[in-house]
């Protein structure tokens, strides 16, 4: 944990979000909406297929997944504000929803993602979010849990998000400079 200028501690974290999408169009209109909201992007990952399960047919029968990361390192207390404004953005793209959004965050240790659905292994972390450590990084790698989604325990995403784990190494390191 960290202290800002004004006593109040936070802990940092690089804000992630993945993103599934039927086309390119799409995609933009994410891309976009995303940026005003938390800045333009620091990294973006190549576009995967996403063919690893049918729950998300409604928004299209064919879908691709990205994740972005932004600058800066957050507070990871606010993963529920990034969901909810993210759930907002899912239903500004089209009734039913033409993209899901999957905000949530990097440090170290971990991949924590933020859901609207409860499970055993989810905790409320308030406003009608709950948290989940989807992927742990352990012996110099991301290694998946029993609950892990399919796709994030293939290592489909491992190249991007360990850039991003680096980033985060670096920017902390930054900060202990300074002090």
């Not at 110099?140 to 991003?164: I, Q």
Request: proline share 6%; charged share 25%.
């Amino acid at each position: 944990m960290e202290a800002n200028s004004d006593g109040t501690y936070f802990y940092p974290v690089k804000l992630v979000t993945g993103v599934l999408y039927p086309d390119g169009g799409r995609w933009n209109w994410v891309l976009d909406n995303l940026s005003r909201i938390w800045g333009n992007p620091e990294s973006m990952s190549i576009e995967i297929p996403f063919t690893v399960t049918d729950y998300y047919a409604g928004i299209s029968p064919v879908l691709f997944r990205r994740f972005l990361s932004f600058p800066g390192l957050r507070d990871g207390g606010d993963l529920p504000e990034w969901k909810k404004a993210a759930c907002r953005l899912e239903n500004e793209s089209r009734v039913p929803r033409a993209v899901n959004i999957d905000p949530g965050y990097v440090n170290g240790a971990r991949l924590v993602l933020a859901s609207t659905k409860d499970h055993a292994h989810r905790v409320y972390i308030g406003g009608g979010i709950h948290g989940e450590v989807t992927l742990r990084f352990r012996f110099r790698k991301w290694e998946p849990f029993d609950y892990t989604f399919p796709d994030f325990a293939k290592g489909l995403y491992d190249e991007f998000l360990s850039a991003v784990r680096e980033q985060w190494i670096l920017e902390m390191e930054s900060r202990r400079n300074k002090e």
